[in-house]
């Protein structure tokens, strides 16, 4: 039986990447629409730690800590602005297997650190261990540099963070969503160091050029509903 989920999503970067469009088309499902801001499509990698994950009723003190490590498009389905998740790699093997076999998301077991570098940034490295998988590399650091942000509705800022459902891929070829709640994402600019990277290529994308646009947020309290079969939406 699937179950809605609590959990605390803590210490994120949410860095950006703008592309063409059709570049993130060729790699959607059928049933969903790539969503553009000023003509631009996104891939963004969002690191952090998945905090106290439990089922939805019972006490954070009983949950998991888990960091995580996503890449993620902006999709609109039926004219609701979504995330479209392609992967997301996580430290824990038994809350990798849950995902997959409960909630169909595309996770993979890594090996992850993510905590303070001594000198108040965050540090975060990834190296995937998933059987069969195409490898992946991920180490950054990072922090806010200014004052918290106060994005308009129309921003890119809330574009790319204020998303309430999430859609993914069953390994049937149905699409799946969930919806999410949780307060407004506390933004503010990051100062951020990626030394690797190699998510992108083993989702089947390249290298986006030029330097992403980020942002960094202490977190929010997430619950998320079980995962629903969008009908009519399979290949």
Same mark, same amino acid.
Request: proline share 10%; net charge negative; glycine share 6%.
């Given at each position: 039986?699937?179950?809605?989920? %609590?959990?605390?999503?803590?210490?994120?970067?949410?860095?950006?990447?703008? +592309?063409?469009?059709d570049?993130?088309?060729?790699?959607?499902?059928?049933?969903? %629409?790539?969503?553009?801001?000023?003509? #631009?499509?996104?891939?963004?990698? =969002?690191?952090? &730690?998945?905090?106290?994950? *439990?089922? *939805? *009723?019972?006490?954070?003190?009983?949950?998991?800590?888990?960091?995580?490590?996503?890449?993620r498009?902006?999709?609109?389905?039926?004219?609701?602005?979504?995330?479209?998740?392609? #992967?997301?790699?996580?430290?824990?093997?038994?809350?990798?297997?849950?995902?997959?076999?409960?909630?169909?998301?595309?996770?993979?077991?890594?090996?992850?650190?993510?905590?303070?570098?001594?000198?108040?940034?965050?540090?975060?490295?990834s190296?995937?261990?998933?059987?069969?998988?195409?490898? =992946?590399?991920?180490? %950054?650091?990072? $922090?806010?540099?200014?004052?918290?942000?106060?994005?308009?509705?129309?921003?890119?800022?809330?574009?790319l &963070?204020? *998303?309430?459902?999430?859609?993914?891929?069953?390994?049937?070829?149905?699409?799946?969503?969930?919806?999410?709640?949780?307060?407004?994402?506390p933004?503010?600019?990051?100062? +951020? &160091?990626? $030394?690797?990277?190699?998510?992108?290529?083993?989702?089947?994308?390249?290298?986006?050029?030029? $330097?992403?646009?980020?942002?960094?947020?202490?977190?929010?309290?997430i619950?998320?509903?079980?995962?629903? +079969?969008?009908?009519?939406?399979?290949?």
């Amino acid at each position: 039986m699937v179950v809605a989920l %609590a959990m605390e999503w803590r210490e994120l970067l949410f860095a950006n990447w703008p +592309v063409d469009p059709d570049v993130v088309s060729a790699h959607l499902p059928d049933a969903l %629409a790539v969503d553009s801001h000023d003509g #631009s499509a996104w891939l963004s990698i =969002v690191p952090f &730690t998945n905090a106290a994950v *439990r089922p *939805r *009723r019972l006490p954070s003190r009983l949950g998991i800590d888990l960091p995580e490590l996503n890449l993620r498009t902006y999709v609109t389905v039926d004219g609701t602005p979504s995330v479209y998740f392609f #992967s997301l790699d996580a430290e824990g093997l038994l809350g990798v297997i849950g995902a997959r076999l409960f909630h169909y998301l595309p996770y993979y077991y890594a090996r992850m650190r993510h905590g303070d570098d001594g000198n108040g940034r965050n540090r975060f490295e990834s190296r995937r261990f998933h059987p069969g998988a195409r490898p =992946v590399r991920f180490q %950054a650091s990072y $922090e806010p540099a200014g004052e918290r942000l106060d994005p308009t509705p129309d921003s890119l800022a809330t574009f790319l &963070t204020e *998303r309430y459902r999430f859609y993914t891929e069953a390994p049937d070829g149905s699409v799946r969503y969930s919806n999410v709640n949780h307060d407004p994402w506390p933004l503010y600019p990051a100062d +951020v &160091t990626i $030394e690797e990277n190699t998510l992108f290529r083993a989702n089947g994308f390249a290298d986006p050029p030029g $330097e992403p646009v980020c942002y960094y947020s202490p977190g929010v309290d997430i619950t998320a509903s079980p995962s629903r +079969v969008r009908k009519n939406a399979t290949r």
